[in-house]
């Protein structure tokens, strides 16, 4: 059983930054992957960014050179670097992580004004 715990989430403006981390309650090296979804009212999650057990990345084209996907693996952690944020960027953002099974986090709002 995988536990997620994301943070740092919050209120932005447009243009600034923002870094989440999600937290695993057990060794990420047993995971086949982690990564970030967002989601706006109404819609469904999409993948914003993944990162493999590997170290192999890859992004939303949309957030493609403003956003860093990293891991801490001795502090099992996953961490999401936000730069130059858009109104658009706004949403939850969930953890996610996959080995037999997926596992989602609770979510945590990003808020970017213009």
């Known amino acids: 059983q995988v536990q997620l715990v994301e943070s740092g989430g919050g209120l932005v403006q447009a243009g600034e930054s923002l870094r989440l981390s999600c937290a695993a309650s057990?060794?990420?090296?047993?995971?086949?992957?982690m990564g970030w979804y967002r989601q706006y009212p109404g819609k469904q999650r999409e993948l914003v960014a993944r990162?493999?057990?590997?170290?192999?990345?890859n992004y939303l084209d949309s957030v493609k050179g403003r956003f860093t996907i990293s891991r801490d693996n001795a502090k099992n952690t996953v961490y999401l670097q936000m730069n130059s944020l858009k109104p658009e960027d706004t949403g939850v953002y969930y953890c996610?992580?996959?080995?037999?099974?997926?596992?989602w986090g609770q979510g945590t709002q990003v808020t970017v004004s213009s």
């Open positions: 057990g060794s990420i090296l047993l995971l086949n992957a």
């Open positions: 996610h992580a996959i080995s037999t099974r997926a596992w």
């Open positions: 990162i493999t057990n590997g170290g192999s990345t």
